[in-house]
T-cell receptor, first 112, second 110 residues
C-alpha cells in the first residue's frame, strides 16, 4: 500500500534560517504529491503540489521538487518567518478522486 | 462561498452517548471524506463518499457511521461514544486530487 514518511519534529529555527523538511513516499503507481500546512486551531490548507516527476511546486517562498528516483518531495524555504510556525504534512494521491495518504506531520517553530 | 463548514467546533460527550458531527460544502464536489487527527498519528481516514448515496470505509471506520443523501452534506455519527474517540475530526472535499478541509470539530469523550 501507499505510505508517506516525514521527519519527526519539532523543528526549531531562528527567523531567516533555511528550512528543510524531508518527505519520502511509497506508492504503487505514479502519485501526485502535496504539502499541506496547518496553523494552530485551523484545518489543513494546501501549500503546494506536484503532479509528475521533476515538477517543482512553489508557494509563499516554499518549494518542493518531485524526485521519482529517490521517491522524495522535500520541503524547503530559504528564509523562514515567525508566521511560518505551523504543522506541515506531506501527502500523496494516486488518482483524481482517490483519498490522500498523509505523513504524520512535522511541527515547525520559528523564534524571532 | 463558505467552502467546507463543520459544526460544532467543540463537543464534550459522556461514554455511551451518541452524536452527529455535521459537514456541509457549497463547492459541488462529489468526493467527501472524514478524518480524525490524533497527536503523533497524522490524519487517518474514517469514511469517504464518492457521491450522493455512495459511502465506503477508510482506515479506522469502527464506531462511526456515515450517510450521503445529498452532494452538500456528509454527517458523521458516533453511535456510542468511547474515550478512544477523543480527537479532532476534519471533513474534506476532493477535486482533482486536491483536498479542501473544514475547520475541524474537537471532541472529548469522558
Amino acid at each position: 500500500g501507499n505510505s508517506v514518511t516525514q521527519m519527526e519534529g519539532p523543528v526549531t529555527l531562528s527567523e531567516e534560517a533555511f528550512l528543510t523538511i524531508n518527505c519520502t513516499y511509497t506508492a504503487t503507481g505514479y502519485p501526485s504529491l502535496f504539502w499541506y500546512v496547518q496553523y494552530p486551531g485551523e484545518g489543513l490548507q494546501l501549500l503546494l503540489k506536484a503532479t509528475k516527476a521533476d515538477d517543482k511546486g512553489s508557494n509563499k517562498g516554499f518549494e518542493a521538487t518531485y524526485r521519482k528516483e529517490t521517491t522524495s518531495f522535500h520541503l524547503e524555504k530559504g528564509s523562514v518567518q515567525v508566521s511560518d510556525s505551523a504543522v506541515y504534512f506531506c501527502a500523496l494521491s494516486e488518482g483524481g478522486y482517490s483519498t490522500l495518504t498523509f505523513g504524520k506531520g512535522t511541527m515547525l517553530l520559528v523564534s524571532p | 462561498n463558505a467552502g467546507v463548514t463543520q459544526t460544532p467546533k467543540f463537543q464534550v460527550l459522556k461514554t455511551g452517548q451518541s452524536m452527529t458531527l455535521q459537514c456541509a460544502q457549497d463547492m459541488n464536489h462529489e468526493y467527501m471524506s472524514w478524518y480524525r487527527q490524533d497527536p503523533g498519528m497524522g490524519l487517518r481516514l474514517i469514511h469517504y463518499s464518492v457521491g450522493a448515496g455512495i459511502t465506503d470505509q477508510g482506515e479506522v471506520p469502527n464506531g462511526y457511521n456515515v450517510s450521503r443523501s445529498t452532494t452538500e452534506d456528509f454527517p458523521l455519527r458516533l453511535l456510542s461514544a468511547a474515550p478512544s474517540q477523543t480527537s479532532v475530526y476534519f471533513c474534506a472535499t476532493t477535486l482533482v486530487g486536491e483536498q479542501f478541509f473544514g475547520p475541524g470539530t474537537r471532541l472529548t469523550v469522558l
